[in-house]
């Protein structure tokens, strides 16, 4: 790890028909990181062309069987980020609907180097909106609210020499050998998934229609398994607890 100005930082994430979230994904990431690899599970609409239109971005094909298997997404997050060892100083694994931010991010990242800081502390929040984005809209200055969420307080950035083992759903991890941790949650993990109550219900059920036997067995990823009404529930209370976040 360096000490340089302004930090290198590679993205590494996973993409399954992500067109409508995706552009506002690379438009974000590419604003202070050099590379982006999406891993992208067989997608079926623009996701592919999207990648393309990013000069950062990198599209890997990979196959789960048409299902989701969290299994093979926990393979890939545990071990692709390695490849940027030694010329990365941070590397973000995450989710296509995750945005990590801070007002000044590349300073922020850059003040952790300085004190050889290599799991900055993460607050999540899920964001909810009024509204399906326009590819152009600028998403977070147009959807600013949200609510604390602790289940989103993913370590989704860290030094790349660090081991990181993820668990199931990357929501948590194993102990980091090594590690530094900063002291407070100066970085924030802004959550797209609910714009509408009815958007959010149709992408539940596509995801529903491909969860895995084996995330069935293990309990993984069953908050798909969830009714149309219980969805909307939980989008109607989303909504009553949003406060300005951005």
């Known amino acids: 790890m360096t000490t340089r100005p302004v930090p290198r930082i590679h993205v590494y994430t996973l993409a399954w028909n992500e067109q409508l979230i995706l552009p506002h994904f690379l438009r974000h990431y590419a604003r202070?990181?050099?590379?982006?690899?999406?891993?992208?599970n067989e997608s079926t609409d623009a996701t592919p062309?999207?990648?393309?239109g990013c000069p950062q971005a990198e599209r890997r094909v990979w196959s789960s069987g048409g299902q989701i298997n969290d299994q093979t997404y926990l393979d890939i997050k545990n071990s692709a980020y390695r490849e940027s060892r030694?010329?990365?100083d941070w590397v973000i694994v995450c989710d296509a609907d995750e945005f990590l931010y801070h007002p000044q991010i590349q300073t922020q990242l850059a003040t952790y180097l300085r004190r050889g800081v290599t799991l900055p502390r993460v607050r999540g929040y899920d964001m909810v909106g009024h509204a399906v984005p326009a590819a152009s809209d600028d998403l977070l200055a147009q959807y600013r609210h949200g609510a604390p969420n602790p289940w989103m307080d993913k370590q989704v950035i860290f030094a790349p020499e660090l081991d990181m083992r993820f668990t199931p759903g990357a929501h948590r991890h194993e102990a980091v050998p090594g590690a530094r941790r900063?002291?407070?949650?100066?970085l924030?993990?802004?959550?797209?998934?609910?714009?509408?109550?009815?958007?959010?219900?149709e992408r539940?059920?596509?995801?529903?229609?491909?969860?895995?036997?084996?995330?069935?067995?293990?309990?993984?990823g069953t908050h798909y398994l969830q009714s149309d009404e219980a969805l909307r529930e939980e989008f109607v209370l989303w909504q009553?607890?949003?406060r300005r976040v951005v």
Do not use: P
């Not at 202070?32 to 992208?40: A, K, L, P, Q, S």
């Not at 797209?192 to 959010?200: G, L, R, S, V």
């Not at 059920?205 to 069935?216: G, Q, V, Y």
């Open 49 to 52: 062309e999207i990648i393309a």
């Open 32 to 40: 202070f990181c050099e590379r982006i690899v999406v891993f992208d």
């Open 204 to 220: 539940t059920r596509a995801l529903r229609a491909r969860l895995s036997e084996i995330n069935r067995r293990n309990k993984w």
């Open 86 to 88: 030694g010329q990365a």
């Open 240 to 242: 009553s607890k949003a």
């Open 188 to 201: 924030q993990l802004l959550h797209y998934k609910m714009f509408t109550a009815e958007q959010y219900i």
């Open 182 to 186: 900063s002291w407070f949650a100066r």
